[in-house]
């Protein structure tokens, strides 16, 4: 990565079981300042394996934009209030951002 870590930015991907879930935990997010936007997809299947059991599940998806520095704090966020037992909590870190928006987002994060 060509930035300094301190302009570094990541991807959160965390699936809820609800929109209304993951709309609770984006404006959650966003008001603890862990993220500078978040898209919900409201609509998605997931098939799992869940105890010996194939599952598949109706849920939405939050992807939250962040920065590497305040990631950490908005997994642990999301690990305490998400509603499941085991919730899907991915980051990737985004090789490339175009600075103009960088700089727009993290205007919103701590």
């Not at 870590?5 to 935990?25: I, W």
């Not at 997994?75 to 919730?87: A, G, I, K, M």
Request: hydrophobic letters at 45%; one cysteine or more; a negative charge.
């Amino acid at each position: 990565m060509t930035e300094n870590h301190s302009l570094a930015m990541a991807l959160v991907y965390c699936p809820c079981p609800s929109l209304d879930e993951a709309k609770r935990l984006s404006g959650a997010s966003l008001d603890a300042k862990l993220a500078g936007c978040i898209n919900i997809i409201p609509a998605i299947l997931s098939l799992y394996d869940w105890r010996g059991t194939r599952e598949e599940t109706a849920e939405a998806v939050l992807i939250a934009k962040s920065t590497v520095t305040a990631t950490p704090r908005l997994r642990e966020f999301l690990q305490r209030e998400h509603p499941c037992e085991v919730p899907a909590i991915l980051t990737l870190e985004l090789a490339d951002v175009n600075a103009p928006y960088r700089e727009s987002l993290m205007q919103g994060i701590a």
